[in-house]
């Protein structure tokens, strides 16, 4: 059969531009390598929970037209991100907000906060100030980035050991940059996000991006380096699968380094380790949906429970450890490192792709990006707005 798009990736980015297309009356054929669709948004139901298959997702986002278009495929809860932080035998709330200052330090009033965050910042910036033998502070990594904003009770309890966990790599040896600011409310508001509006969608995310896909043909299963008939690593023009069918064009959401059969080197990642347990005996096991653990003894970061994110009152719990791990081939890239390495190879990249105007690369993998769902949908529209 003759196609207009072959769509690489069936997760949101493929779900939103193969819709798109399908509505402008293009024809597309899709193909995921993976055995289901949906990509890292994938949730699957046991004991009639969503499970969050590849870590915790949010939709937030203050974009309109992205809100009222997701919600023409499901609808979604009431749910507001109030993650709970633990240290040792203490319990915080997050974001940083009046309910976190008044557990650290007993205050009631914004003022009260505002000035121990001060007085405990300006205490470290001359302390460092002194030892650097300087006048002036620049913070060299980001130990000293956070102590000069947040001050040390915030930073020893809830960013140093959380951020270690999280790059794998010791405070004081990773670059300032990395935190430029450390949000702090002055309110007694949990919500995590600052966005216009947020939830979950009911009856879980694959069942939101199987209804994007209706009337589409999805393969599962199966590989783009297997389906299309390559010449020298590149597509070979006019795009031709295997079995015959042609192409127009090609939406590649996959990794844009591996496509290019990594001439230039390889792109990096940070990886993540899933640890799911079923426990069909508890109801209620951390009365949160996201439990983050900031001492650096405990290897995981957070503690995921499945239900909560749907207000779920049943039998049994189920429950996900999330564990940061570094990146080899072969793993899951769930983190583009975008650090100045990886960001000029990436470009280096983007060059080679325009020298394929009719394959385009779309979505985290694909243009080498952390997106959050919303700017998926987002740049998914655009493009295919401007594909006519
Ligand atoms: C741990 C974690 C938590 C997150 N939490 C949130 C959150 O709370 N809120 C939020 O808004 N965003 C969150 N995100 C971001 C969100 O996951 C992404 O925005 C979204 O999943 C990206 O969609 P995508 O289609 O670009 O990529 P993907 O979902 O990765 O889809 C790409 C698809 O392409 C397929 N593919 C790759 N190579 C090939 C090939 N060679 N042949 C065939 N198929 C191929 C893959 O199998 C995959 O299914 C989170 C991300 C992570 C990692």
């Known amino acids: 059969m003759n196609y207009d798009y072959l769509i690489v990736g069936a997760g949101l980015f493929g779900a939103?531009?193969?819709?798109?297309?399908?509505?402008r009356g293009?024809?597309?054929?899709?193909?995921?390598?993976?055995d289901t669709i949906a990509g890292n948004i994938y949730t699957e139901k046991r004991m009639d929970i969503n499970v969050h298959k590849y870590g915790a997702h949010i939709f937030h986002t203050s974009d309109r037209e992205v809100w009222e278009y997701v919600n023409e495929f499901s609808e979604f809860n009431n749910y507001i991100n109030s993650p709970v932080a633990v240290y040792k035998d203490e319990l915080y709330n997050l974001p940083f907000n009046m309910n976190t200052f008044s557990r650290m330090w007993g205050i009631k009033t914004p003022s009260e906060a505002m000035s121990i965050i001060?007085?405990?910042a300006d205490k470290e910036i001359s302390r460092m100030k002194s030892e650097k033998g300087t006048d002036s502070f620049t913070a060299d990594n980001l130990e000293e980035q956070a102590l000069s904003l947040a001050g040390r009770d915030i930073y020893e309890k809830l960013v140093k050991?959380?951020?270690?966990?999280?790059?794998g790599r010791d405070c004081k040896d990773l670059p300032a940059f990395i935190i430029k600011r450390l949000p702090m409310r002055y309110t007694y508001d949990n919500n995590y996000f600052n966005d216009r509006f947020q939830g979950i969608p009911i009856g879980g995310y694959t069942a939101m991006v199987e209804k994007m896909f209706d009337g589409i043909t999805v393969l599962t299963g199966?590989?783009?380096y297997e389906f299309v008939q390559l010449e020298d690593g590149a597509p070979r023009q006019p795009f031709t699968s295997v079995?015959?069918?042609?192409?127009r064009k090609i939406l590649f959401t996959g990794m844009i380094d591996e496509f290019f059969g990594y001439k230039l080197g390889n792109l990096e990642y940070r990886s993540l380790k899933f640890e799911t347990q079923d426990l069909p005996d508890v109801d209620n096991y951390q009365g949160n949906a996201v439990v983050n653990y900031t001492e650096r003894e405990i290897p995981y970061t957070r503690i995921i429970e499945h239900k909560h994110f749907e207000y779920g009152t049943g039998k049994g719990t189920i429950i996900t450890r999330e564990y940061p791990a570094t990146?080899?081939?072969g793993d899951e890239p769930y983190y583009p490192m975008n650090d100045d390495r990886n960001n000029a190879l990436y470009s280096r990249y983007k060059e080679l792709a325009k020298e394929l105007p009719d394959v385009l690369f779309g979505g985290r993998l694909g243009q080498y990006k952390y997106y959050n769902m919303d700017q998926i949908v987002r740049e998914a529209l655009d493009m295919s707005r401007s594909e006519g």
């Open 16 to 23: 939103v531009f193969a819709r798109e297309m399908k509505r």
């Open 26 to 34: 293009k024809s597309v054929l899709v193909i995921d390598k993976r």
């Open 118 to 120: 001060r007085e405990q």
């Open 161 to 167: 050991g959380y951020t270690e966990k999280q790059w």
């Open 222 to 224: 199966c590989d783009y």
């Open 243 to 247: 079995k015959g069918d042609t192409f």
């Open 327 to 329: 990146w080899n081939h």
